[in-house]
Nanobody
Framework: QVQLVESGGGLVQPGGSLRLSCAAS????????MGWYRQAPGKQRELVAD???????NYADSVKGRFTISRDNAKNTVYLQMNSLKPEDTAVYYC??????????????WGQGTLVTVSS
């Protein structure tokens, strides 16, 4: 009932920047929390940042001051602006959305993942 399409990943030099985008579509009545997770090979998936419907943000300590999460409610889209990237940021980044669907239920949806590689 909810589909997410991610874009914006790629290869970047240390210290560089990337912006990830995630657009939600489907039978959506409203979107609650939107967020980004990441997973590197051999490591656990971890929360990077999330943002509530009211605009309250939450960041992992490792990205505070470098990453900014934002949302455009008119477009059902969440963004992750990543600055001062480090090699340790290399991972597959997954968008997640908790949404109320038109049928009335709340549900979680996940994007397909986009690879971010930070390397010289």
């Amino acid at each position: 009932q909810v589909q997410l399409v991610e874009s914006g990943g790629g290869l970047v030099q240390p210290g560089g920047s990337l912006r990830l985008s995630c657009a939600a579509s489907g039978m959506i009545f409203s979107i609650n929390t939107m967020g980004w997770y990441r997973q590197a090979p051999g490591k656990q998936r971890e929360l990077v940042a999330d943002i509530t419907r009211g605009g309250t943000t939450n960041y992992a300590d490792s990205v505070k001051g470098r990453f900014t999460i934002s949302r455009d409610n008119a477009k059902n889209t969440v963004y992750l602006q990543m600055n001062s990237l480090k090699p340790e940021d290399t991972a597959v980044y997954y968008c997640t959305v908790n949404a109320r669907v038109i049928a009335g239920d709340n549900m979680d949806a996940w994007g397909q993942g986009t690879l971010v590689t930070v390397s010289s």
